[in-house]
C-alpha cells in the first residue's frame, strides 16, 4: 500500500540530545499524525495536527503541520532513554484514510 | 494504558486451526478497525466497521472473517491460515471516520502460524 516518506530511516543519540525527523508526501492530507511504537505494543498516539501550520507541543514533543499540507515534522528535546522506538507519522484525509510513513528508529545512548 | 483492549496478547496456531482474535473499547467510538503488521513496517488496514457495519474490506483473503456483535466489540475470525500470516494483528477505533478523528490503537496480538 501507499506510504510517505519519513526521514531518518533511523538515529543513534545521546541523552539530552534533540531530535528531528519529518513526512512528506506528494499528496495534500487534512490531518497529520505523530505515534509512537514501542516493541511488543501497539502505537501511541503523541500528537495530532488539524490545521495547516498548526504547531503543536506535547511536553518535550513539537509538531508541525506543514503550510502545503504535505508535509509535518516532529522534534524531541532533551531526549531520555524512555524516547526509544519506532515513531510513525500518518497522513489522514479521513479516518478509513489513514496513510503511514515509513518510520523512524530512535535509539537513545545514555 | 491503551483504552482500546486486545486478547489474546499472544497466539499460536496450526494452519488447520480456527480461532479469533477479540477487541474491546468503552470510548464510545463508532469505527473500529483491524490492521496487519509485519516486524519493521507501519501497520497497514485490512478492515474497517463503522456504527457496527463494515465499510472497508481490503481484498483481504476469506480466511479472514471480521465480525462487530456491537459498538463496542470487534472480532477476528481466523481460519486455514498461513505461516506468511503471522504478524502483529493491531485493533484500533475512532470517534467517527471524520478526517479529525485520530485512530487509538491496542497493543496487538502477536499471531504466529505455524
Known amino acids: 500500500g501507499q506510504q510517505l516518506n519519513q526521514s531518518p530511516q533511523s538515529m543513534f543519540i545521546q541523552e539530552g540530545e534533540d531530535v528531528s525527523m519529518n513526512c512528506t508526501s506528494s499528496?495534500?492530507?487534512?490531518?497529520w499524525l505523530w505515534y509512537k511504537q514501542d516493541p511488543g505494543e501497539g502505537p501511541v498516539l503523541l500528537i495530532a495536527l488539524y490545521k495547516a501550520g498548526e504547531l503543536t507541543s506535547n511536553g518535550r514533543l513539537t509538531a508541525q503541520f506543514g503550510i502545503t499540507r504535505k508535509d509535518s515534522f516532529l522534534n524531541i528535546s532533551a531526549s531520555i532513554p524512555s524516547d526509544v522506538g519506532i515513531y510513525f507519522c500518518a497522513g489522514q484525509l479521513r479516518a478509513d484514510k489513514l496513510i503511514f510513513g515509513t518510520g523512524t528508529r530512535l535509539q537513545v545512548f545514555p | 494504558d491503551t483504552e482500546v483492549t486486545q486478547t489474546p496478547k499472544h497466539l499460536v496456531m496450526g494452519m488447520t486451526n480456527k480461532k479469533s482474535l477479540k477487541c474491546e473499547q468503552h470510548m464510545g467510538h463508532r469505527a473500529m478497525y483491524w490492521y496487519k503488521q509485519k516486524a519493521k513496517k507501519p501497520p497497514e488496514l485490512m478492515f474497517v466497521?463503522?456504527?457496527?457495519?463494515?465499510?472497508i474490506n481490503e481484498s483481504v483473503p476469506s480466511r479472514f472473517s471480521p465480525e462487530c456483535p456491537n459498538s463496542s466489540l470487534l472480532n477476528l475470525h481466523l481460519h486455514a491460515l498461513q505461516p506468511e500470516d503471522s504478524a502483529l494483528y493491531l485493533c484500533?477505533?475512532?470517534?467517527?471516520?471524520?478526517?479529525?478523528?485520530?485512530?487509538?490503537f491496542g497493543n496487538g496480538t502477536r499471531l504466529t502460524v505455524t
Open positions: 466497521y463503522s456504527y457496527e457495519k463494515l465499510s
Open positions: 499528496s495534500i492530507f487534512n490531518t
Open positions: 484500533a477505533s475512532s470517534l467517527t471516520q471524520a478526517y479529525n478523528s485520530p485512530l487509538h
